[in-house]
């Protein structure tokens, strides 16, 4: 096998459409699928099962699809460091980042270590904010920005860098654009749960914020005299949450730092959720520096320096 029928493979499984994979790769359809036929004689298994209306990846095919994106950037980064001989930084720097992310959180970091280390090179990948220390755990990404949990992370090194609150929004025309929300309880008032019992919302599909509103629900709904909010939609990301909120189906529950930082925040109502949710700690996690192999311990060292001197 070769990086380009590995690029190809990569573009399959990104897509999980033939003709869309090959126009990406610069092949036919069909050539494509001799090109994955090889490569499942080569490795003796198959990797992709496929009918007239679907493509997926086998459990080995998930395999060689981690194999594949690693020799990539492998290769990528080996062509880097091969072109200078000084001890300059240099090389790839795999970043996973939400969309909001990278225009409110990265930004000050990229430019102190573009300013820093000027011939190491950014690969980002953007997607939902629950797989961000994931991707550095599997190897995917060098650093993440992620929510930290209480505590930090066992196993990663965690640097805060924003603490911002968790809110419900939803449209300002819709049903629930003008609810009477009281959010601390008060002699004779009505406790938050009581506000939005049966209410429907619309939820990030795993994550911090989403265990933090299963623990709430857990403690107090457990009574008959409750009904339990309804569970409208689930997203993977805040973007499409926010684009749900905006429909007015429910009320969206997302880190007041995304409201901040989009263009879709006009026509929403915005209710707090108090202190029962906490503070939404938002940062970059990266692997500790004995976790990794001594040839990589310079770039987390400067990794962690940039984090420290950008938001210290």
């Given at each position: 096998?070769?990086?380009?029928?590995?690029?190809?493979?990569?573009?399959?499984?990104?897509?999980?459409?033939?003709?869309?994979?090959?126009?990406?790769?610069?092949?036919?359809?069909?050539?494509?699928?001799?090109?994955?036929?090889?490569?499942?004689?080569?490795?003796?298994?198959?990797?992709?099962?496929?009918?007239?209306?679907?493509?997926?990846?086998?459990?080995?095919?998930?395999?060689?699809?981690?194999?594949?994106?690693?020799?990539?950037?492998?290769?990528?980064?080996?062509?880097?460091?091969?072109?200078?001989?000084?001890?300059?930084?240099?090389?790839?720097v795999r970043v996973y980042a939400s969309v909001t992310a990278c225009y409110s959180i990265l930004p000050p970091f990229v430019?102190?270590?573009?300013?820093?280390?000027?011939?190491?090179?950014?690969?980002?990948?953007?997607?939902?904010?629950?797989?961000?220390?994931?991707?550095?755990?599997?190897?995917?990404?060098?650093?993440?920005?992620?929510?930290?949990?209480?505590?930090?992370?066992?196993?990663?090194?965690?640097?805060?860098?924003?603490?911002?609150?968790?809110?419900?929004?939803?449209?300002?025309?819709?049903?629930?654009?003008?609810?009477?929300?009281?959010?601390?309880?008060?002699?004779?008032?009505?406790?938050?749960?009581?506000?939005?019992?049966?209410?429907?919302?619309?939820?990030?599909?795993?994550?911090?914020?989403?265990?933090?509103?299963?623990?709430?629900?857990?403690?107090?709904?457990?009574?008959?005299?409750?009904?339990?909010?309804?569970?409208?939609?689930?997203?993977?990301?805040?973007?499409?949450?926010?684009?749900?909120?905006?429909?007015?189906?429910?009320?969206?529950?997302?880190?007041?730092?995304?409201?901040?930082?989009?263009?879709?925040?006009?026509?929403?109502?915005?209710?707090?959720?108090?202190?029962?949710?906490?503070?939404?700690?938002?940062?970059?996690?990266?692997?500790?520096?004995?976790?990794?192999?001594?040839?990589?311990?310079?770039?987390v060292d400067a990794l962690s320096e940039t984090i420290v001197a950008t938001y210290t």
């Amino acid at each position: 096998m070769d990086f380009h029928e590995l690029e190809a493979f990569l573009a399959l499984s990104d897509t999980l459409h033939f003709a869309r994979a090959a126009d990406k790769v610069h092949l036919s359809p069909s050539a494509l699928s001799r090109l994955i036929a090889r490569l499942e004689d080569e490795t003796g298994t198959a990797l992709v099962t496929r009918d007239p209306r679907s493509v997926a990846l086998t459990a080995d095919g998930e395999h060689f699809r981690d194999f594949a994106r690693e020799s990539l950037h492998r290769k990528e980064d080996l062509a880097l460091r091969l072109s200078s001989t000084d001890s300059r930084l240099r090389g790839i720097v795999r970043v996973y980042a939400s969309v909001t992310a990278c225009y409110s959180i990265l930004p000050p970091f990229v430019a102190a270590l573009s300013a820093r280390h000027p011939e190491l090179r950014l690969s980002v990948e953007t997607g939902d904010p629950a797989g961000a220390s994931a991707a550095v755990r599997e190897g995917r990404a060098e650093i993440a920005v992620s929510a930290i949990p209480p505590g930090g992370f066992a196993d990663l090194e965690a640097h805060s860098v924003r603490k911002t609150p968790l809110v419900l929004a939803t449209s300002s025309t819709g049903a629930y654009g003008s609810l009477d929300l009281e959010l601390a309880p008060s002699p004779g008032g009505a406790h938050l749960e009581r506000r939005i019992s049966g209410l429907p919302f619309i939820l990030p599909r795993s994550g911090l914020a989403r265990q933090r509103f299963d623990l709430w629900i857990k403690k107090n709904f457990d009574r008959e005299d409750l009904e339990r909010p309804l569970i409208a939609a689930e997203t993977a990301g805040n973007e499409a949450l926010l684009a749900l909120a905006r429909l007015g189906i429910g009320l969206g529950l997302v880190p007041q730092l995304v409201l901040d930082n989009t263009p879709f925040a006009d026509g929403l109502t915005v209710y707090a959720t108090g202190p029962d949710f906490g503070d939404y700690d938002i940062g970059l996690v990266c692997r500790r520096r004995e976790d990794v192999p001594a040839r990589s311990r310079a770039l987390v060292d400067a990794l962690s320096e940039t984090i420290v001197a950008t938001y210290t």
